[in-house]
């Protein structure tokens, strides 16, 4: 079984998150360093798809400035969506050729490692035709399923990078800013919401990177954010020419 690394970043801001995946998407490549898992939270902040719409953007950038929201487009696939406190961000850095080339199935299997969590909390939740994410549904007779789980995944030379966001705490009043995913007239929810008490990120973490683990037959072994650079800077030392 091959080895993969979970570094907890902790709070980080999407910009330096997406800087430090693509040292890793490029270190991957080069075979310098093996699968990684980064786990994060991030400040407020919006991230737009390759493929999305702007008019899925509810609100101006300055009441965005007003509420600390930042704004960032990015590479990845998938719409709008909001991360913020609260919230697991996954972004695995791996080596989908070695495990399997298949995108489709590559989304299923994240889909796969939240709803696998949810079930550690009693909680039941699935997948919905046609959209992508995990759902939570409701109680017969209230609105539709709400999404507990979103997912939006780059992809280069089979080495993956961007990934998933899990609710946990998160405050969902962020996501009126936003048609989350671009889907209309449906809303987010949280694992504290649906359990009806607090929960923390870190009864949380450990659950996903296990699941990440099972669904792609990794074993997960946890190391710190300070051995991941050593790596990276080991990779990216430029090599002395004799004069």
């Not at 961000?89 to 889909?111: H, K, Q, S």
Request: aromatic share 8%; charged share 25%.
């Amino acid at each position: 079984m091959n080895s993969c690394l979970v570094i907890d970043l902790g709070s980080i801001g999407f910009a330096d998150a997406f800087a430090l995946q693509k040292r890793l998407v490029a270190a991957r490549k080069a075979e310098a360093i093996g699968d990684v898992l980064l786990l994060c939270e991030h400040p407020h902040v919006i991230t737009l798809g390759r493929n999305g719409s702007r008019e899925h953007l509810l609100t101006s950038e300055r009441v965005l400035q007003q509420k600390g929201v930042e704004f960032h487009a990015t590479n990845r696939g998938g719409d709008i969506t909001y991360h913020g406190p609260g919230q697991i961000v996954g972004y695995p850095v791996i080596n989908l050729g070695a495990i399997r080339r298949d995108v489709v199935w590559y989304v299923r299997m994240l889909e796969d490692a939240m709803i696998r969590t949810c079930t550690d909390f009693g909680v039941a939740a699935g997948r919905e035709t046609g959209k992508t994410g995990v759902w939570i549904e409701r109680p017969e007779g209230h609105r539709q399923a709400e999404k507990i789980g979103a997912i939006g995944v780059h992809i280069s030379r089979w080495v993956t990078c961007h990934g998933f966001a899990f609710n946990v705490s998160t405050d969902l009043r962020f996501f009126d800013l936003i048609v989350p995913c671009g889907i209309p007239g449906r809303a987010a929810t949280s694992l504290e919401k649906v359990l009806g008490r607090r929960v923390d990120r870190k009864e949380v973490a450990p659950q996903i990177a296990a699941h990440f683990g099972e669904v792609f037959s990794l074993q997960m072994t946890a190391a710190t954010r300070d051995e991941l650079f050593e790596s990276l800077q080991r990779f990216e030392q430029p090599v002395a020419i004799p004069a």
